[in-house]
């Protein structure tokens, strides 16, 4: 019999990766297909879920295209979190999907605070807040504001679920990214009737919740001629791209903890048990472990704050392999703290630990002394400051990890793995495989198909850690300081308000512009 493998799947934000995994770990093909973020206007930000079907289509056959002959024995698929597929009774679209990044339902999120009887009993119906992320808002704000569209609407799916659901025909998800949505009782793990009730929705709005490592369906016909995948092969589960990132870097049992830079940021620990931050600053989410929670804090803008810098502030260095590269050379010569400059990464709102949408990124600090170095230096600075804030509470809660597992893109450079231990005060190490979610996605597959008992022993038979990389203590110390500075800070990050002055009848005229047009 040929040789079976396992494909991963990952829907992100900025791409479709499909990867290919051979029964002892390695990567044998990888593939990305970029997607497009719209933002109809600030704050907003969308997606068409056929891109991502279509994504993940020409993904899927360039990784098979690259092994002929691949028999793959299970597919497992993660996700961005919270992003709302609106689909009508036959299954087609109603409209693009609401990102977790679009910050358009403040007003939705207060309804549903005060539906659910206060902030009090939203924590114990669902374990969480109710953030301009997640995904319930989404629903009421189709129902507030296009009422045509919510008239049509008969399932609600998130991104890795709708492609799943053109794979197989499976309406389906499972507890990690089910519990991101604001309608699963992540302590007791089934959907939350109770807040659907109070908000007015039915249950049968929402899929059937089945196991991570779980086949939820099989490879259709129609499916199975756009990719490649022979028709009935199993598509398993799956997971949240943050569930998933960290079962791909070995993180599924407590006592351990992760950090991410993906377009966002975020700070994971698992846990034996749903605890819940009081103050409702970070996540508790279920892991694609049964019987395994995480608590977790999350930035919107780490990835995405630099890769916008690079875009904006760095144009000459578009379309380099090495920009990233280059930058992080600049930055590394100047001083800590970047003489004087601070960055707030709030580009587009933030979540932990400030939960406001309305808060927007700044430079503080400039002079005609700073350069770009400095800018650059400042925007890394500010973005493991923010991350920081999760590990901050992590600790106030009693997940006191003594060391910092490192993964996406703020893992790869020497620089800012350095940078992080300093700021964070802690060792930090990474593991020998950078597929990220997709990897994850593949070791549930594995699971699935049987290869491994349970995600734990797949990580342990697949994963290498390198030596941790301890940090200066005297950079820690000065980076303390820093890190006041930076959260001292946050109110200029607020939008300013000036009230509108009448005119009164003795106000100087307007001057005319030249050519005697008003100006």
């Known amino acids: ?223 199975a001629a756009l990719t490649g995948l022979a028709a009935g092969t199993p598509v398993v589960g799956g997971g949240a791209d943050n569930a998933c990132g960290a079962a791909g870097v070995g993180v599924v049992e407590p006592g351990e903890a992760v950090a991410s830079w993906g377009t966002s940021g975020t700070v994971l620990a698992p846990m034996a048990e749903p605890r819940i931050d009081p103050g409702l600053r970070a996540h508790t989410f279920c892991h694609v472990v049964p019987d395994v929670w995480y608590l977790m804090g999350v930035i919107l803008s780490a990835g995405g704050a630099f890769a916008w810098y690079r875009e904006q502030l760095a144009r000459e260095l578009a379309g380099s392999a090495d920009a990233a590269a280059r930058l992080n050379e600049e930055a590394e010569r100047v001083p800590r703290g970047a003489d004087g400059v601070t960055f707030l990464p709030y580009l587009q709102g933030e979540r932990t630990p400030h939960r406001d949408a309305s808060i927007r990124g700044a ?8 350069s770009r170095a400095h800018m650059t230096r400042a925007v890394l600075e500010g973005v493991c400051f923010a991350m920081r804030d999760s590990l901050e509470i992590l600790r106030e809660l009693g997940l006191t990890p003594d060391r910092l597992l490192l993964t996406g893109g703020g893992a790869r450079s020497p620089f800012v793995r350095r940078l992080q231990a300093e700021v964070y005060g802690l060792p930090v190490s990474t593991v020998d495989r950078e597929e990220g979610p997709a990897y994850g996605a593949a070791l549930l597959a594995a699971v699935g198909a049987g290869a491994f008992p349970d995600v734990a022993a797949a990580a342990r038979a697949t994963l290498v850690r390198a030596a941790p990389e301890p940090p200066d203590p005297v950079a820690c110390r000065e980076y303390d300081t820093l890190y006041l500075r930076f959260r001292a800070s946050y109110p200029a990050a607020h939008p300013v308000t000036v009230a509108a002055v009448a005119p009164t009848a003795d106000a100087a005229p307007v001057p005319a512009a030249p050519g005697g047009a008003a100006g």
Not at 11 to 18: E, H, I, N
Not at 128 to 154: D, Q
Not at 159 to 186: C, H, I, N, Q
Request: charged share 20%; proline share 6%.
């Open 1 to 223: 019999m040929a040789e079976s493998f396992f494909l991963g799947l990952d829907v992100g934000t900025s791409g479709v990766k499909a990867i290919l995994v051979a029964p002892g770990g390695d990567v044998v093909a990888a593939a990305t297909t970029p997607l497009r973020l719209d933002t109809p206007r600030p704050g907003w930000a969308e997606q068409d879920p056929d891109d991502w079907w279509g994504a993940g289509v020409a993904s899927i056959r360039e990784v098979l295209g690259a092994r002929p002959g691949a028999r793959v024995a299970a597919v497992g698929i993660s996700g961005q979190m919270h992003s709302s597929v609106f689909l009508d009774a036959s299954g087609a679209v109603i409209r693009p999907a609401l990102l977790w990044c679009d910050g358009r339902t403040t007003a939705e999120c207060r309804e549903i605070t005060e539906r659910a009887g206060g902030e009090a009993r939203l924590r114990d119906l669902v374990g969480n807040p109710a953030l301009e992320g997640f995904t319930l808002p989404k629903v009421l704000w189709l129902r507030n504001h296009e009422p045509a569209a919510f008239e049509r609407l008969a399932r609600v799916l998130l991104a890795k679920d709708y492609v799943r659901f053109r794979l197989t025909g499976a309406v389906a998800t499972e507890p990690s990214d089910a519990s991101g949505t604001l309608m699963y009782d992540v302590a007791r793990g089934r959907w939350s009737a109770e807040l659907m009730q109070a908000v007015g929705l039915p249950l049968s709005l929402l899929p059937e919740v089945g196991g991570s490592a779980e086949p939820l369906g099989r490879v259709g016909a129609e499916a």
């Open 363 to 370: 430079f503080l600090g400039l002079s005609l002394a700073h």
